[in-house]
């Protein structure tokens, strides 16, 4: 399968790690650039892209199923060169390889709400990763989150609570959605009620 996407599209970890990424190297002619952790199936990650050109998107995805399943769809309807994915962990590729003031936007979208107490430590969206998000966009820059779990998003609240003075919150709902997830069109679709958060670097 991989011998059929387009040519730089898919980042190999082993090949990108020994250095910070040069995000306009990577999307030359481009000065805006903007990462979604979680891609999926690249549904939105597709869609997204098409819809903004002048941007360079970043996509992460663990899952290894996942990230074939979102290179094979983004080889049959990505409309030009503005992607690159990498199938790891995000959390070390933006800790370890993305330098500090390198994102205008990062998208968050329904991540593993990793429902036992036990686990919580696992969830993506804590005090300390949103420090680090916030040092690796540029002033200004935005995070795009949402989360289908009522826990999850009591938990982002304190979280948000506990590091007063690093975002803005801003109004953001569904009618502020330019384009939906899979996901999300699905919990619309069924009545399930969906947090909305759009956090601005202060």
Known sequence: MLQLIR?????PIETIADRP???????????RFECEIGFCSAIFLNEYANRHPDTGILGIEKKRSYFLRGLHNLERKLKQD?????????????????????????????????????HQRNRLVNRDNL???HERLRPGGRIHLATDHPDYAAFIERELTAITGLFDRLPYGTAD??????????????????????????
Do not use: C
């Open 7 to 11: 040519p730089g599209v898919a980042l």
């Open 21 to 31: 990424l040069d995000l306009p190297a990577l999307f030359p002619g481009l000065s």
């Open 82 to 118: 503005n992607v690159r994915i990498i199938n790891f962990d995000a959390h070390p590729v933006l800790l370890m390889l993305l330098p500090p003031g390198a994102l205008d936007a990062l998208h968050i979208y329904f991540p593993d709400p990793w429902p036992k107490k036990r």
């Open 131 to 133: 420090k680090m998000f």
């Open 177 to 202: 959605r330019e384009v939906l997830t899979k996901w999300e069109k699905k919990q619309i679709e069924n009545g399930m009620p969906i947090n909305y958060y759009l956090l601005e670097k202060r």
